[in-house]
T-cell receptor
Framework: ETGVTQSPTHLIKTRGQQVTLRCSSQ?????VSWYQQALGQGPQFIFQ???????GRGNFPPRFSGLQFPNYSSELNVNALELDDSALYLC???????????FGQGTRLTVV | DQQVKQNSPSLSVQEGRISILNCDYT??????FLWYKKYPAEGPTFLIS?????DKNEDGRFTVFLNKSAKHLSLHIVPSQPGDSAVYFC??????????FGTGTRLTVIP
């Protein structure tokens, strides 16, 4: 059984650029959620995908968008990057209806 | 608006003693509560959870207590070990939906 994997692990981007982060869910899990963790804070929910459809969204602007693929892997896209987007981005997977989310190691995004 | 709060940013405990980490929440609709442990450069690792229909759940050295009337939960680690040193996050959800996290408590277990 493979766990949740994210790529890349670290990324540096310039303000105004666009970025795509990737996540492979744990085997058998059909629900993927993305979280943003700023320094010194707890993870904040961005959105969730279930069977390729967005299934809930947190308080993030539309320039944060996502996709889920038929194999349940997922992407997080952020357009027009701002300095405040610098954070650890975490992907978590659950089996639909399950409540225990399993997290990847995260992608550390730095916007300069 | 922080719906889940961990008011102690850090806690130091001697090895072998009990560690008690606290968490408060404001949303009475939360019906599932979880604790995660996080090491540097790793994602959060699920530790233990509790449903709102229970007031205690135990798994080895870890016990979670839920007091719904006070909207408070706590994680007890007995006995504490140096390997338990990490940041602990409390999280809550309504059903199987997104998690609301606290800001974390850094636990240091002193050998």
């Amino acid at each position: 059984e493979t766990g949740v994997t994210q790529s890349p692990t670290h990324l540096i981007k310039t303000r105004g650029q666009q970025v795509t982060l990737r996540c492979s869910s744990q085997s058998g899990h059909n629900t993927v959620s993305w979280y943003q963790q700023a320094l010194g804070q707890g993870p904040q929910f961005i959105f969730q995908y279930y069977r390729e459809e967005e299934n809930g969204r947190g308080n993030f602007p539309p320039r944060f968008s996502g996709l889920q693929f038929p194999n349940y892997s997922s992407e997080l896209n952020v357009n027009a990057l701002e300095l405040d987007d610098s954070a650890l981005y975490l992907c978590a997977s659950t089996q639909g209806g399950g409540t225990e989310a399993f997290f990847g190691q995260g992608t550390r995004l730095t916007v300069v | 608006d922080q719906q889940v709060k961990q008011n102690s940013p850090s806690l130091s405990v001697q090895e072998g003693r009990i560690s008690i980490l606290n968490c408060d929440y404001t949303n009475s609709m939360f019906d599932y509560f979880l604790w995660y442990k996080k090491y540097p450069a790793e994602g959060p690792t699920f530790l233990i959870s509790i449903s709102s229909i229970k007031d205690k759940n135990e798994d080895g050295r870890f016990t979670v207590f839920l007091n719904k009337s006070a909207k408070h939960l706590s994680l007890h680690i007995v006995p504490s070990q140096p390997g338990d040193s990490a940041v602990y996050f409390c999280a809550a959800s309504v059903g199987a939906n997104n998690l609301f996290f606290g800001t974390g408590t850094r636990l240091t277990v002193i050998p």
